[in-house]
C-alpha cells in the first residue's frame, strides 16, 4: 500500500490536527520520500515509519511536537539536518537498520538539543573503531546509544516501569490483605474470649449447682439419720411399755 494511501486509512475519520500518534510501517513509498504527511499534523508525538522505502527525509512537514520518531528499516544515508529543522524536540530518534556510515553524517544531530536516547543498531557506522565513545563525544546531549548509556548501563523501559507499578499495587493489596487477615485473627480472638467467658461462668453456675446438691445430700443424709434415732427411741419405749405390763401382772 501507498504511505499517502496508508496515512489517509490511518486518520479513521480525525483531522491531522487530532492525532498524536501515527503509525504507517511497511507501506511504499513511491520515491523514497515521505508522502501524505503535512504541516497540518501539529499535535503529533510519535511517528513511527519503519520499512517504507525513505532515501530521504527532505520532504518530512513541520512537527514541533513529535518526540518519538521510529524510521528503522530504510535506506537513508544523509539528509537528518532536516530533523533538526522540522522536530526540534526529539527525545527519540530510531535510525538503525539504514546507510549510515560516517560519523560526519551525524553532525546535523547536534541541532537536537533534547535527544536523549539514538538507537544505530545494523548500521555500518558500528563497525568503526571506538564508535561507542566517538558518538557520545560528538552528541554529548545523548544519553543512551543502542539502548545503553556510556557506562553500559541499560536504558529503562517504560513498560518495565508499569511492570514494577503494578507489582507495587499488589504489595500494596497485599498489605491491605494482611490487614484484613490481623482483623479476622482479632475477631476470632474476641469470640474466643467470650466462649472462655462464657465457659467460665457455667464453670461457675455448675459448681454452684454441686453446691447445693451436695447441701441437699447432706440434708437427706441428716434426715435419715434423725428417722433412725425416732425409730430406735419409739423402740425403746415399745419395750419399757412390755416390761411395765409384765410387772402389772404379777
Known sequence: MEMKKRISLELRNRTPAEVAELVVDNCRSSDGEIEGLTDDFKELEFLSMVNVGLTSLAKLPSLPKLRKLELSDNNISGTLETLAEKCANLTYLNLSGNKIKELSTLEALQ?????????????????????????????PQVTYLDGFDAEDNEAPDSEADDDDDDEDGDEGAGQLGDYEEEEEEDEEGSEGGEVGLSYLMKEDI????????????????????EADVRGEKRKREAEDEGEDDDEDDD
Open 111 to 139: 541541532n537536537l538539543k533534547n535527544l536523549k536516547s539514538l538507537d544505530l543498531f545494523n548500521c555500518e557506522i558500528t563497525t568503526l573503531e571506538d564508535y561507542r565513545e566517538s558518538i557520545f563525544e560528538l552528541l
Open 206 to 225: 455448675q459448681d454452684e449447682e454441686d453446691d447445693d446438691d451436695y447441701v441437699e445430700e447432706e440434708e437427706e443424709e441428716g434426715g435419715e439419720e
